[in-house]
Nanobody, 122 residues
Framework: VQLQASGGGLVQPGGSLRLSCAAS????????MYWLRQPPGKGLERVSY????????DYADSVKGRFAISRDNTKDTLYLQMSSLRPEDTAVYYC????????????????RGQGTQVTVSS
């Protein structure tokens, strides 16, 4: 299993970024997927999840209305569109796979890829 996040960078407050996560080594279309983040000096937190077919999503309260998760099962790729970014969104962002397949949402993950750094600063 490989999960490779990309698309991070330095952005000014109010700006936008689109993160991607390329998945390989498993049947991507049968797994609930997550975006997680770890702000500097803090623990890992779940930002969003999307079910296997893409019909169900949910977000942390801190990003609702600003972030949008999506997936393209034909490309084995997960996305996170981030808008109206704030300094408190600064973190390393990771994509992760639910520990169970078959479209199950367990809230737990078993593989987390290398992250991509997002820095929001003027």
């Amino acid at each position: 299993v490989q999960l490779q996040a990309s698309g991070g960078g330095l952005v000014q407050p109010g700006g936008s970024l689109r993160l991607s996560c390329a998945a390989s080594g498993f049947t991507f279309s049968t797994y609930t997927m997550y975006w997680l983040r770890q702000p500097p000096g803090k623990g890992l937190e779940r930002v969003s999840y999307i079910n296997d077919g893409g019909s169900r999503t949910d977000y942390a309260d801190s990003v609702k209305g600003r972030f949008a998760i999506s997936r393209d099962n034909t490309k084995d790729t997960l996305y996170l569109q981030m808008s109206s970014l704030r300094p408190e969104d600064t973190a390393v962002y990771y994509c992760a796979r639910d520990r169970y397949g078959g479209g199950v949402f367990s809230g737990r993950y078993d593989y987390r890829g290398q992250g991509t750094q997002v820095t929001v600063s003027s």
